[in-house]
């Protein structure tokens, strides 16, 4: 069904890929410290990365100096594309994804459906000019107010 709530795998997903885009370097970041910076259960963490690794949104390197890591740019992956492989297509009533159950001829009169459809289109645009970079620059930001405030 499709619904606008969003669960604690878009929540806990987007922030793991915050954090693996504000600890971007030459080594992948372990799920371990993932978890323990984000406050985030291992193993959840390890079957969201998962998700994430079979979209293309991660890529993961086995060993010692192994972890997880951004498969593109964070410039290049978008809020929508992380929230959409974590939760589905986000729409707020079922009518605006599938046909109306009253029917085609209603559904082109039906002006709640058209506002549906407008309020799908705007959250679509947002979180699609909504990036990773956008987000771990403002979380960089964020912590660097909040450590001046604590000196």
């Given at each position: 069904m499709a619904s606008m709530h969003f669960s604690s795998k878009g929540e806990y997903g987007l922030r793991a890929?915050?954090?693996?885009?504000?600890?971007v370097g030459n080594s992948p970041v372990r799920a371990a410290e993932v978890a323990e910076r984000q406050g985030i259960p291992l193993n959840y963490l390890e079957q969201l990365l998962g998700m994430l690794k079979r979209a293309g949104?991660?890529?993961?390197?086995?060993g010692p100096r192994g972890g997880f890591a951004l498969?593109?740019?964070a410039v290049q992956i978008?809020?929508?594309?992380v929230l959409v492989c974590m939760e589905g297509e986000m729409l707020?009533?079922?009518?605006?994804a599938h046909d109306c159950p009253e029917g085609a001829d209603r559904a082109s009169i039906c002006a709640v459906r058209r506002v549906w459809g407008r309020v799908a289109e705007a959250v679509r645009a947002s979180l699609g000019g909504?990036?990773?970079k956008d987000l771990a620059d403002e979380q960089r930001d964020l912590e660097a107010t909040a450590n001046a405030y604590y000196i």
């Open positions: 890929l915050v954090d693996l885009a504000t600890h949104i991660v890529t993961s390197l086995r498969a593109r740019d978008t809020v929508q594309e707020p009533q079922e009518c605006v909504l990036t990773l």
